[in-house]
């Protein structure tokens, strides 16, 4: 059972990974307590992505745009708790529009932040894939709608804060309480850890299969009898809910968020995180996002720019060299092995 | 009605830049199918070719455009040794590995020049008009100039040695290769003249926009998405393609303001692209 | 006389090229049929025309009472039960032998339906059973891109038993296969048959010889001659075509 060896695998990785998360701020690292916590934000993120991606096939290349929106929703809620926000009463604006005296609930804003991008990335895949645009198509649509965003938000100064954002946010809450840095850290790694077991849970069922099946030979699948268009308009849209969702988080515990957080960099970064990890397998996503952020902090210190120009050759060095990334060689390794026992006794 | 000249007039110079942009992506995506993240960088490196020629060592303009198309054509033509022809046959590879490419490029420019915008001097001043429109001589030029640029491609594509070399490995690469065709060669060739197109539309555009690291991802998602509208393996298509982006940006933004006109030319290519994916010029295939 | 599939003065045009013309051909339920002609006589065509992979130009098609003309590929599969193995095989080729198989199930086939669905044990017990009759039960955990070209091709038939479609279409089952592999396909392609109807494009007449009860040869997009193995094969139509247009050797062989 060459597949069941390879969750094997996968398990006590994911478990040594999640381990770790679950014990560090014991260690009394604020400063990395606080990082870590935001990297366990981008690794809700990269599951979203690695769904889409790595098990359908479909290289968004705005992704950052479906965690913008959640962030935003998020952002303007929080902001607009003690009446109306300080960048919209600098534009002029008097009076709290309705809307934004909806999102004052927290509790509506989070959730309208994790509906939105899953109807709008359900709507727009919907009219995408039920044509016969390829998938380099999709990619450069994204793409283009992350330009478009950034540009949008850049505009609409009044309520989203144009260039500098939204700043000043308030820390994680629950309840009405605002939580400490540890009680914050471990609300963000339970939800990391949920949307990892329920991404798996999805990705291990019929519903995982298929994806699979479309990014292996879509025109097989439709002649089995399944409407590809379907399954990738329901996979894009949960996809975005989870994007959202890790935006939700993103814009209380960075403290602020701003079109930076949102344009193509961030887009662009996800990718890099999968692309090194390994796609297709979850377990890569989360190893991907830690080291590249881990070790980006590290030199992005000291080097500066290089950092981002190691960051593309490091693309390159993952096509050549490990294609199925970190993770996947190291299934390869633990395949190998298999095999060889099998061989031996057979 | 003047203000509406003055849009149309405006309008035709943005689509004669796109239709540049456009061109190398005719070229390369058209002709070798392959799809490249880092056409936008491409056109990047003409424009800072544009500029260190004119700005930094003092020559003239005519001078820096066949410098824009030599050296971008001579980066493609390393990306093509270098990656696309490892990656040959597996299109999601080759597309990460130009996005890779692309980030390379813009820090490495970043890295040489720095973020911030650098600009160009208008290499021919002066203006005349069509009834009251201004039209700025630079930009009567740059309508001209693409307009030959593009003639002269469909030119070297139809009608030379070169050209049917090319058709020959696009229609059949095996067969092509019989008859003695070096197709490796052809591919490096056909890669570098797409690249030095997009040089040539860098250069041209540096004077009238700014040049900086990261200018290359609009021009991408632009080119794109013009010659896809067009259908993509047609000049003429993108040529059409590119009035219509060209002129529709344009008269969107007199009447609302740049970013709506920008949404709005997306969504509505967006919607024709659904429905139309061979393009609306394309010829019937099959 | 009950028929499953009947087309009606079928007919579709590439660019100029008329690949099928005015084609009326049809299949009794429970039948095994094979369809030979040579390259370019319209065989394939046909095919991608009942599955609805391409739109007729003329015509119409019918499939038990329904027409089935312009459907998309997913509904002739789910709606109608129709089932096909490609010419060459067409896999998912990163998957198991197995996952392969478990695609093919026709069950939970919508988003909601599959939503956290395990295999059931039934499909995993019905898997199993195809894996042994496709002999690859050793090799369930194998990538398709993995086994070798006839387990490939037998992969394929796999998942139309999986599937258990109410018409199959094989486009050359045997292509590429060795003369002892042809064989076992054929004694595969037996057990297929029990209840269900088979439409087979085939070449190697060896093989057509095997498995054949009705053939109809086509020629250049319209029927030629349709009968018993035996009557087709001394036909002095059918002999000419094959002979004049006969660049494959196996074909001009098996009729001189």
């Not at chain 1, 602020?256 to 996503?285: R, Y």
């Not at chain 2, 490892?86 to 692309?102: V, Y």
């Not at chain 3, 015509?59 to 590929?73: A, L, M, S, W, Y």
């Not at chain 3, 499909?123 to 050793?138: H, P």
Request: hydrophobic share 50%; proline share 3%.
């Amino acid at each position: 059972m060459k597949r069941l060896f390879s969750v094997e695998a996968n398990k006590w990785t994911d478990a040594a990974l999640f381990l770790f998360f679950g014990i560090f701020p014991l260690f009394g690292l604020q400063f990395y307590t606080q990082l870590f916590e935001k990297y366990l934000i981008f690794m809700i993120f990269a599951f979203s992505l690695d769904i889409l991606w790595g098990y359908a096939g479909l290289m968004d290349l705005g992704h950052a745009v479906l965690f913008g929106i959640g962030g935003y929703i998020m952002a303007l809620g929080l902001s607009a708790q003690g009446g109306i926000p300080d960048f919209m009463a600098r534009c002029g604006v008097t009076q709290m529009p309705q809307w934004l005296k909806f999102l004052c609930a927290p509790g509506a804003a989070a959730a309208l932040g994790i509906i939105m991008p899953a109807i709008m990335a359900w709507l727009l895949g919907k009219f995408l894939f039920s044509s016969k645009v390829g998938g380099v198509f999709f990619s450069v649509i994204t793409l283009a709608i992350a330009q478009v965003f950034s540009l949008f938000i850049q505009s609409q100064q009044k309520y989203t804060g144009g260039f500098n954002g939204i700043c000043g946010l308030p820390g994680l809450s629950l309840f009405g309480a605002e939580l400490d840095l540890n009680q914050s850290y471990y609300a963000v790694f339970a939800a990391s850890a949920l949307i990892f077991i329920f991404c798996r849970a999805l990705m291990g069922s019929r519903f995982g299969l298929i994806l699979q099946g479309i990014r292996e030979n879509e025109m097989r699948l439709e002649f089995l009898g399944y409407d590809p268009a379907d399954f990738k308009a329901a996979v894009f849209a949960l996809s975005g809910a989870i994007a959202g969702f890790a935006g939700v988080l993103y814009a209380p515990v960075n403290g602020m968020i701003a079109p930076n957080d949102v344009g193509m960099e961030f887009s662009t970064a996800a990718i890099v995180w999968l692309a090194v990890g390994g796609k297709g397998n979850l377990t890569g996503a989360a190893i991907g996002t830690m080291l590249v952020n881990i070790i980006g902090n590290a030199l992005s210190e000291q080097f500066g720019p290089f950092w981002q120009l190691l960051l593309g050759l490091a693309i390159l060095a993952v096509v050549f060299f490990v294609p199925d990334g970190i993770s996947g060689g190291l299934l390869r390794i633990f395949e190998g092995k298999r095999e060889k026992a099998a061989d031996g006794h057979g | 009605m003047d203000s509406f000249s003055a849009l149309l007039l405006n309008g035709l110079n943005s689509s004669a830049l796109i239709l540049l942009a456009a061109l190398g992506m005719v070229v390369i995506c058209g002709l070798m199918n392959v799809i490249n993240l880092a056409h936008g960088e491409l056109i990047m490196i003409g424009a800072y070719t544009a500029f260190c020629m004119t700005q930094r060592a003092g020559l003239s303009f005519a001078a820096a455009v066949p410098a824009a198309f030599a050296v971008s054509a001579a980066a493609g033509a390393a990306m093509e040794l270098l990656v696309i022809r490892r990656l040959a046959g597996k299109p999601a590879e080759t597309m990460l590995a130009t996005f890779g490419i692309s980030v390379v490029l813009q820090q490495l420019a970043n890295l040489i020049f720095g973020a911030q915008p650098q600009y160009v001097a208008i290499p021919i001043s002066g203006h005349f008009y069509i009834g009251t429109a201004v039209v700025p001589c630079y930009n009567a030029f740059v309508i001209v100039f693409a307009a030959a640029v593009t003639a002269g491609t469909v030119l070297l594509l139809k009608k030379t040695k070169f050209g049917r070399r090319v058709s020959a490995v696009t229609q059949n690469r095996s067969m092509a290769e019989c008859l003695g065709v070096d197709s490796a060669r052809v591919d490096t060739l056909t890669f570098a003249l797409g690249s030095g197109l997009a040089g040539i539309a860098g250069a041209l555009a540096a004077p009238v926009k700014s040049v900086s690291p990261f200018m290359g991802g609009p021009y991408l998602v632009c080119s794109f998405l013009t010659s896809v509208v067009g259908g993509v393996a047609s000049f003429a298509g993108t040529a059409a393609g590119s009035l219509l982006v060209g002129e529709s940006t344009a008269l969107l933004g007199g009447i609302s303001n740049d970013v709506l006109a920008n949404i709005a030319v997306f969504l509505m290519i967006t919607i024709i692209i659904r429905f139309h994916p061979e393009g609306l010029f394309a010829k019937e295939r099959r | 006389m009950d028929e499953i599939l009947r087309t009606e003065g079928l007919s579709v045009c590439f660019g100029g090229f008329w690949a099928l013309r005015g084609m009326d051909f049809s299949v009794r339920r429970g039948e095994l049929r094979v369809i030979i002609g040579p390259n370019g006589a319209g065989k394939t065509t046909l095919m991608d025309l009942i599955t609805g992979r391409t739109k007729p130009t003329e015509g119409r098609i019918f499939f038990e009472g329904h027409d089935i003309t312009g459907k998309n590929p997913h509904e002739i599969s789910s709606l109608y039960g129709i089932g096909r193995k490609f010419q060459g095989p067409n896999l998912f080729e990163n998957m198991t032998a197995a996952e392969n198989l478990l695609l093919a199930e026709p069950a939970e086939r919508t988003v909601f339906s599959s939503l956290f669905r395990g295999a059931s044990a039934d499909s995993l017990k019905r898997a199993g059973a195809v894996l042994q009759k496709i002999g690859l039960d050793g090799k369930k955990s194998r990538r398709a891109c993995e086994l070798s070209h006839g387990e490939r091709q037998w992969l394929e038939i796999g998942m139309l038993m999986m599937q258990k479609p109410k018409l199959m279409i094989l486009d050359e089952p045997t292509a590429g296969m060795t003369e002892d592999e042809t064989f076992r396909t054929g004694v595969m392609i037996r057990q297929l048959l029990g209840g269900q109807t088979v439409i087979i494009v085939e070449h190697d007449m060896k093989f057509v010889r095997q498995i054949a009860e009705k053939v109809t040869v086509f020629h250049m997009g319209h029927i030629l001659a349709e009968g018993p193995i035996n009557v087709i094969e001394n036909n002095p139509e059918v002999v000419r075509v094959y002979l004049k247009s006969g660049s494959e050797g196996e074909e001009k062989s098996a009729f001189s």
